[in-house]
């Protein structure tokens, strides 16, 4: 049986929305990014949101998307969706949205 690939850009707050449900199977390696590769990842993010002048009333008028790299999903039906590849960057942009989460005041939370 013929198994179809497929691949799209798929915006990060569309991936980190209530239509994926990760779980990280357990042949794949652990978390093991250390503060150096979350601080690069956080770095780039941060130098791409300041060279095009990204604010919440612009965002969307940015027509150049962010590469976050590769991520390769198993999806079927349903919200559920094995990682095979992008543990590390989704299980750190998990911990920074929370860190987020929990320093933001209660009016930038929405």
Do not use: C
Not at 85 to 104: A, E
Request: aromatic letters at 10%; proline letters at 5%; zero cysteines.
């Amino acid at each position: 049986m013929k198994t179809k690939l497929t691949a799209q850009e798929t915006p990060l707050h569309k991936v980190f929305s209530d239509d994926y449900l990760f779980t990280v199977p357990s042949v794949q390696r652990p978390y093991s990014w250390t503060t150096d590769e979350a601080g690069e990842l956080l770095d780039d993010i941060i130098e791409f949101i300041n060279h095009y002048g990204i604010r919440e009333n612009n965002i969307s008028n940015v027509d150049q998307p962010y590469f976050l790299g590769s991520i390769v999903l198993v999806k079927k039906d349903g919200p559920k969706s094995e990682v095979l590849d992008g543990q590390q960057r989704l299980t750190t942009l998990t911990i920074l949205f929370s860190v987020l989460r929990d320093i933001l005041s209660d009016d930038l939370r929405r």
